[in-house]
Each structure stands twice: as structure tokens, then as C-alpha cells.
């Protein structure tokens, strides 16, 4: 056998199979059908939402719900759905499509205009949170550190763009400036959580080991990524065209949704390895292309990119939302102690958000919508609610189980109050207007 | 820690997050930038072939060749994309969405009308490089049994369709006869292979055990091999626009997309389960799907169903060229002494397909281009080698890793072949018509 396992390696050349795997089995068979399943989900929920009058993504979240807690009612065949590797790594994909595509709608210079209001907007949407994040902390948990509370506050800042993002594209709404406020806010917010993090955790780990905080840490991440989107915006505005008229003189068909998705994925890898949330990166690349990057390659196809990313985004976009509801837990309500704690931290969660509409710089804007957009948490709140469970303070985890939990209830809360909520703060603020 | 552990179930809830990794990266970060690598390199080998006149499945594949051997230049960068699991299951994916790109091109009764040919193609194409494989085998390893022989016959009856069906797409021939029988005797020998693969490692097991060989179980598979592409085809073809009317009566965007998508994703599936690869559901899928099956949708976009997947497998399909050609290990070259078997081996693989001309029942149809066609052998002559290693006779593995290696070279020769012979062999074709 030792002679045959060095050649196992040649038996990578054009395989694509499992060398421990000699039948004729493929393993994306598993995977397409979870991706049917998914698929067809999606659009029933999604059917289901239209015919009540809500945003199909608040469809798609519930199809995931149901199938992701069936397990309680005995059937379990969709359990491997939510922790398949593949699957997983194709939600990502979709939310990073989404969120080029949503940047495709606008261009940095309409970011731009709309930047003194996301810069307060976000500012006032991380301060307000944490502070009462904190002060939730002080009041149901007085026996815990301030750090703890801190922690609490922490988990409160951030602001999940998808979900918003994408009730915005299905109510036709993201050419609004509300929608850009909402959508450039959360950038920022997303470089505000990532110091946050690394402020308070260096906190507290110095506290634990008795040695001084340094801030140096945080101001190099700071640094980094306000770099990054400094640099991209403007390098990115003014090398792209240069890229892509180069890009455009190779021969062969596709080279539009090549080039754009390239862009793209480079400038979502820049920001992960910055530190930042990929979907930040894509975002930015979105709102660097604009149409004129197309015009090289009008000769082949006439489409625009962003009607080449439609399909890859209808295929890919459902999956993140449908794998979202799926792991939405039901079990993690049924413990009555842990609801009231929950229960404070969801009003903290949105009243804080609401602050946000003291940030908007000018008149004729939606306030309440902008406040409703930054309410759900999302991933990142749970990412610091992770990091403060791993983080041990006089031996045992800054953030304990119970406080574990009800933050996961928070984001469950925030993230599906907030389709129907934002559709009817739209329609509302329309009704205003025209009157 | 007890209390924490059974709420890290929890944590799965929204979170798309490695529970081990509480900092703020995302594993994604990774799979875009090997994504954003892939897409460029295939552009820029498909814009080389093309300069050379040679259909741009060659020049990715052989950009995929560069990325994947740089390391023999000391460049290790792209080593983790050759085994880098999502980048894998993309890959897979892409080919799916190959063939069933190349299967909506045709018609269920397009391909019965050369099922004859087909049939008389993939039975001689499977029979002639089975007695040369077996006939190499005796020649030049005359101290090995006759079992031996006899697998290194069944590793050249497989064929690879995605290449040739790659090459077809890139000269936009897919509508012709040729491509027709090609593609049929692709499926069918794909259930022969099946058998085949049943048959011989079922009497190899039985003389290993010393039990009798029980052909039973090869007669279970190919008739359930039978009754999937029989049911697909009759079944399919009278249910499914019946199923796309009911579906398109949902409301919501993309439909026509996921009603596609979803069909071809359980007919993969079912294929794979059945044992068959599951290219062969998403082609069978293809043939299913007719322009009337789009009508119901047309309201919403008014693409054809083909235009919706056409910038899904720009994205995908070069995925799985690049991968092949990075998987391709050129050390596999150097060994002089397996160099004469692995060349007698691509005679006899090269000479067998052609035997495949013969079967084709009238006139008019470029012999010599199905012939070529039918070369390539890619994965399944692999999975085959690999079994063979996998089975013990007398104490040592029926396939050896001299063995081993010479099919890895005749399955790379065969693939990189076809694309420029197949070019050639058409516009010859064309050339005789026309004169």
C-alpha cells in the first residue's frame, strides 16, 4: 500500500471525487437536493408573505423556520439543511450577491451626499444601544461587573444590513435617500462594531490579566478599515474604469459578469482581511461600478451587469435567508425566566435604534423608516455575544448562558419585526407626503 | 462551562458563524478571492485559445494547468484551491449546470430520433476499448491475472461528456446530429459503465472470497438505471408542464428560474441516488424542458428560461474547467518506465472511441467528429482505477499504482485532446459539405 499512496495525490487530476469514496456516488447529490428544497421554500414563503402584504424575505425567513424546527414535530429530514458546509458557504455567497447588487443602484457620489446623515445616523445608533444595553445590564443583572453590563451594551450596537437591504429591493424602495442613509450607516456601523469589539474585549482582557488596557490595538483597526473604504472609494473610482476597458479587450463570451464579479469578490476578500464584514467589500464594489464600467463590453450581450447578477442573486439570495430561518430555534423561547430579560433587551434593541433619526442631516426624509431600517442585529450581535462567552473574567465566561440566550432572542426579535415594520413605516411616510 | 455547552446550540441561530471563530472574519473571505482568481484565469486562458483559433474550454483548462503546477516553480499560493471544499462543490455545480444548458438546447424527441445511433455508439464504444484495455493489459503486464487486464479494459470504457459538450457549446454545434448522438451515447454509456463497474468488481470480489460471482445485483442496477431514464423521460415530459402551471401561479420574481433550477436539482439528485452520475439528471432535465414549459411565466420578464441560467454558468462552468486543469499534475509525467504503458494506453483509448463511428445508423453525420467526441474520459475512467485499488486479490491491490498512474495520464491525454481535434474534425466536416 505504501507504493499506491503517494499516487493517491495524482488521483486529485480531474477527479472531483472523494478518494475515500469509490462507488459512483457524487456528493452533490445531497446538496442539490437541499438547494431544491430550498429553492421551493423560498418561493412558497415568499407567496405566502406577497399574499398578506408583506416582503417576501419575511416569506422566505418563515419557510426557513418551519422547515429548520419540523425536528420538533418528529420529522427530522431537513436537519442536515443546517449545518451542511456547502450550503453554508452558499448563503454567504447570496448575502455578499445582495448586497453588490443593492450597491450597483446607487454610485458613491449619492453616498456621498447622503454621508453627514449615515455618519450621525450610525454614530447616534451605536451610541444609544449601548447605553442602554448597559444600562438593561445594570438593572436586571446587578450582581454581574460592569463589563458584563458593557458587554450587553456591546451586543446591542450593531446593525444587520441584509435583512433591511433586502426588504428595501423588494419594496422597490433603494433609490430612496432613506435607503442610502440606512445602507451607509450600516458601513460605518460596521467599522464602529469592529472597534467597539476590539476596545472592550482588550479592556477586559487586561483586566483579567492585571496588566493596562492599551488602545493602540484599537486605533490600528480603526485605522485599517477606515483605509480600506477610503481607498477603495476613491483608487476604486478612479483605477476601475482603467480595469475594466483593459478587462474588455480579451475575446470571449461572459466577460462583463466576469470582470464585475471579480471586482467584486477582490474587494469583499480586502475587507474580511481587513477585518471588516466581506459584505462591506461588496457593497463598496457595487457602488464604485456604474454603467459606464459596462460600455467597453456593449458589443457582447447588451445586458448591464446588474441584469447579469439578477440570476446568480434569485438562484443565490434565498438560500441566506431560508438557512436563516432554519436556524432560528424555537426552543429558545420556551424558558419563561429567560424572556423577561429577553423581553427588555428587544425594547432596548429597537428604542435604542430609534435615536438614529435625530442623526438625519436635512428635511424631506422618512425618520421613522431610517430608525426602523437599523433595527435588526443579525449575526454581528451574536459574534460579540460569542466573543464575550469565550472571554473569562474571575474564572467563568463574561457573558453567561442565560445572557447568551436572550441575545439570541433579541436578534431573533429585531431581525423578523422588522420586514413588516419597515413596509408599513414606507407606506406611511408615502401616505404623508402625498397628503 | 456545563450551562454554556447545551446553549451553543443556539448560537447556529442567524449566526453563519464558525462557533469557534469568534472573531470578526468570515470563512467566505477565502472562497471569494480563489473565486475571483478562477474567473480571471479563465478569461485570460479562454482569450489565448481563442487568439490560437482553439475553443476557450481549452485555454481554461490550461490556466487551470498553470495555477495548479506553479508550485513546481515554487509558487505555493494556489495550492489550497486544488482541495478547498466549497471551491469543489462549485465546481460540481458548475458542470450540473452545464449539461442541463446543453440538455434545454434539445429536445426529448430530437434525441430518440438518433436514439439508434446512440445506442449502436455507446455500445461499440464501450466494447472496442474494453477488448483493447484488456488486450494492452495482457501485452505488456503479461505476469498480472487476467482480472487485471480485464480492469484496465473497463477504465477505458468510460466517456466524460462535459468537454465535448463544453467544445460543442464553445463552436455552437450543440444543435447539430452529431452533438445529438454524441450526448446520448454519453448517458447511455454511463449506464453501461454502471454495470460494468458492478459486474467486474462483483466477480473479482466473489473469486477473492472464493464465493460465486451473483449477477443479480448488476441486473438490480441496471434496471434501476432503466427505469429512472425511462420514467424521467415518459413521466417527466407528461407531468412536468403541469407542474410548471401550477407553480407559475405563485407571485413573486425569479420564478421561472427556481421552477428550473428546482427540476433539475431532483432529477440530479434521483440520478445520483439511483447510482448514475448526476450530470445525467441535469441533462435529462435539460431534454425535458421545453420552450412551452417557459409560457406561464412570461409575464414576469420575459426571459427564456436558458437566459436566466446563461450567466449561472458563466460563473460556474469555468469553476470546473479550472479546477480539472489545476487538479492536472504534471509530476504524473516524469516516470520514462510509465511513460510506454501510459502511451499504449492512450492508443488504444484514443482507437477504441473510434469504433464508434460505425454505429451510426444513416447518412449524413460526420463519423470521424463523434468518434472524436466520444474520447475524452475524465472522472468516471478514475473512479474506476480507484476502485480497482481499492480491491485486494491474493494480498495485493488488482489495480497497482504503476497501473494507477498510466490511467491518470491517459485520462489527462484524452481530455486536453479533444478540444483542438474535435475543432478540427468539425470544420472538416463542414468543409466536405460544402465542396
Redesign the interface.
Known amino acids: 500500500?505504501l507504493?499506491?499512496l503517494?499516487?493517491c495525490?495524482?488521483?486529485?487530476?480531474?477527479?472531483?471525487?472523494d478518494?475515500a469514496n469509490?462507488?459512483?456516488?457524487?456528493?452533490?447529490?445531497?446538496?442539490?437536493?437541499m438547494?431544491?428544497v430550498i429553492?421551493?421554500a423560498?418561493?412558497?414563503g415568499?407567496?405566502a408573505a406577497?399574499?398578506c402584504g408583506q416582503p417576501?424575505v419575511l416569506g422566505e425567513l418563515l419557510a426557513g423556520v418551519v422547515i429548520g424546527n419540523l425536528y420538533l414535530a418528529g420529522v427530522s429530514w431537513f436537519e442536515p439543511l443546517?449545518?451542511d458546509?456547502?450550503i453554508?458557504?452558499l448563503?454567504?455567497?447570496g448575502v455578499?450577491i445582495l448586497l453588490f447588487e443593492v450597491g450597483l443602484e446607487s454610485t458613491v457620489a449619492q453616498m456621498l451626499r447622503v454621508g453627514a446623515s449615515s455618519f450621525f445616523v450610525a454614530t447616534l445608533g451605536v451610541l444609544t444601544p449601548f447605553a442602554l444595553g448597559w444600562g438593561v445590564g445594570a438593572w436586571l443583572l446587578p450582581e454581574e461587573s460592569g463589563y458584563v453590563h458593557a458587554f450587553i451594551g456591546a451586543t446591542l450596537t450593531a446593525t444587520s444590513v441584509g435583512i433591511t437591504a433586502r426588504v428595501l429591493r423588494d419594496l422597490g424602495r433603494l433609490q430612496s435617500n432613506e435607503a442610502r442613509i440606512i445602507l451607509g450607516a450600516a458601513v460605518i456601523d460596521d467599522v464602529m462594531?469592529?472597534v467597539i469589539?476590539a476596545v472592550v474585549s482588550g479592556i477586559i482582557t487586561a483586566a483579567a490579566s492585571g496588566a493596562e488596557a492599551s488602545l493602540a490595538d484599537s486605533g490600528w483597526i480603526l485605522a485599517k478599515a477606515v483605509v480600506f473604504l477610503v481607498g477603495a472609494l476613491t483608487l476604486g473610482v478612479w483605477l476601475s474604469p482603467h480595469l475594466f476597458r483593459a478587462?474588455a479587450k480579451?475575446?470571449?463570451?461572459?466577460?462583463l459578469?466576469?470582470a464585475g464579479?471579480?471586482f467584486?469578490?477582490?474587494l469583499?476578500?480586502l475587507?474580511?482581511?481587513i477585518?471588516?464584514?466581506?459584505i462591506v467589500g461588496a457593497f463598496a464594489a457595487g457602488l464604485i461600478l456604474e454603467d459606464h464600467h459596462s460600455m467597453p463590453f456593449a458589443e457582447s450581450g447588451h445586458r448591464s451587469l446588474a441584469d447579469?447578477?439578477?440570476?446568480?442573486s434569485?438562484?443565490l439570495v434565498?438560500i441566506?435567508f431560508v438557512?436563516?430561518g432554519a436556524?432560528?430555534?424555537l426552543?429558545?423561547f420556551q424558558d419563561p425566566a429567560l424572556l423577561i430579560l429577553a423581553g427588555v433587551l428587544c425594547v432596548a434593541a429597537v428604542a435604542g435604534k430609534q435615536a438614529c433619526s435625530l442623526g438625519i442631516v436635512g428635511g424631506g426624509i422618512d425618520r421613522l423608516s431610517v430608525g426602523i431600517g437599523m433595527v435588526p442585529r443579525?449575526?454581528?450581535g451574536?459574534?460579540f455575544a460569542?466573543?464575550g462567552?469565550?472571554l473569562q473574567l474571575d474564572g467563568k465566561?463574561v457573558v453567561?448562558?442565560a445572557v447568551?440566550?436572550a441575545v439570541?432572542i433579541m436578534?431573533?426579535v429585531t431581525?423578523f419585526i422588522t420586514p413588516p415594520a419597515l413596509k408599513w413605516s414606507l407606506a406611511r411616510g408615502a401616505a404623508r407626503r402625498t397628503s
Open positions: 500500500m507504493e499506491y503517494p499516487l495525490d495524482s488521483l486529485g487530476v480531474f477527479a472531483l471525487i478518494p469509490a462507488a459512483h456516488t457524487d456528493p452533490i447529490g445531497n446538496v442539490v437536493l438547494l431544491a429553492l421551493i423560498a418561493k412558497l415568499g407567496h406577497a399574499r417576501a443546517k449545518s458546509a456547502t453554508d458557504m448563503a454567504r455567497l455578499l462594531g469592529l469589539l478587462y480579451l475575446s470571449g463570451p461572459g466577460l459578469l466576469s464579479l471579480a467584486c469578490f477582490a469583499s476578500w475587507a474580511g482581511w477585518g471588516l464584514a466581506p447579469w447578477i439578477h440570476p446568480l434569485s438562484m434565498p441566506f438557512l436563516m436556524r432560528t430555534e426552543r429558545a443579525g449575526e454581528v451574536l459574534i460569542n466573543m462567552a469565550a465566561p453567561s448562558g447568551f440566550s439570541v436578534v431573533i431581525t
